[in-house]
Nanobody, 123 residues
Framework: QVQLVESGGGLVQPGGSLRLSCAAS????????MGWYRQAPGKQLELVAR???????NYADSVKGRFAISRDNAKNTVHLQMNNLKPEDTAIYYC?????????????????WGQGTQVTVSS
């Protein structure tokens, strides 16, 4: 199986910055894509940023120009640099990864989520 562990959330004032990190571990063969989603109170889960392997990242319109996603394929990690944070960015942020892993003698697809990390933007 594959596990994701997130870090880097917290409380920040409007206009501030945070950097989220997510590390995948387990019997990973390859990761197709890694990304970040968020869920604010009373709202649906939404994509924040996603980066496929070898492809260009895509972002939610609300974070373009403020957030930047990056991956370290060798370390199976993904980061989200969040700048100029706004109160409406307050949410639980979840890391997501999809790929294949060693399932005994086979390769099996996986899609997994992290436990979530709270980001609160408030003065």
């Amino acid at each position: 199986q594959v596990q994701l562990v997130e870090s880097g959330g917290g409380l920040v004032q409007p206009g501030g910055s945070l950097r989220l990190s997510c590390a995948a571990s387990g019997s990973i063969f390859s990761i197709y894509a890694m990304g970040w989603y968020r869920q604010a109170p009373g709202k649906q889960l939404e994509l924040v940023a996603r980066m496929p392997s070898g492809g260009t990242p895509n972002y939610a319109d609300s974070v373009k120009g403020r957030f930047a996603i990056s991956r370290d394929n060798a370390k199976n990690t993904v980061h989200l640099q969040m700048n100029n944070l706004k109160p409406e960015d307050t949410a639980i942020y979840y890391c997501n990864a999809s790929g294949t892993y060693y399932d005994g003698p086979r390769l099996t697809d996986f899609g997994t989520w992290g436990q979530g990390t709270q980001v609160t933007v408030s003065s």
